[in-house]
């Protein structure tokens, strides 16, 4: 998580520069957003449960889970391996970003 934290700081920083520069719309667009993107979760128990909960409801995330067993109580799609739920989000990495799917060879 620090590191990822890290690699956004450069960007953070030019997103406040234009923000006071008055150019609120060039801003927006650099700080990337979660907002209807894939989710995987390997384990739906609570912490699982909790994490997809918030992802669903407050960022309009497509949730998807890794188990050994289905749970019935959720509406979240089940993968039945680690392998097919990464391959899954993998997929739809952005391709902008070093390391997206044109990287993944199967």
Do not use: N
């Amino acid at each position: 998580m620090g590191a990822a934290a890290g690699d956004r700081a450069p960007r953070t920083r030019g997103a406040i520069a234009r923000v006071r520069d008055g150019r609120w719309d060039e801003a927006r667009k650099i700080v990337p957003s979660v907002t209807g993107k894939k989710l995987g979760i390997f384990g739906l128990g609570h912490v699982g449960r909790q994490m997809a909960k918030r992802g669903a409801l407050g960022f309009d995330m497509e949730v998807g889970y890794c188990s050994r067993t289905r749970r019935e109580d959720v509406d979240y799609r089940l993968f039945r391996s680690p392998a097919a739920i990464s391959a899954s989000v993998v997929r739809c990495a952005d391709d902008r970003r070093p390391g997206g799917p044109r990287r993944i060879t199967r």
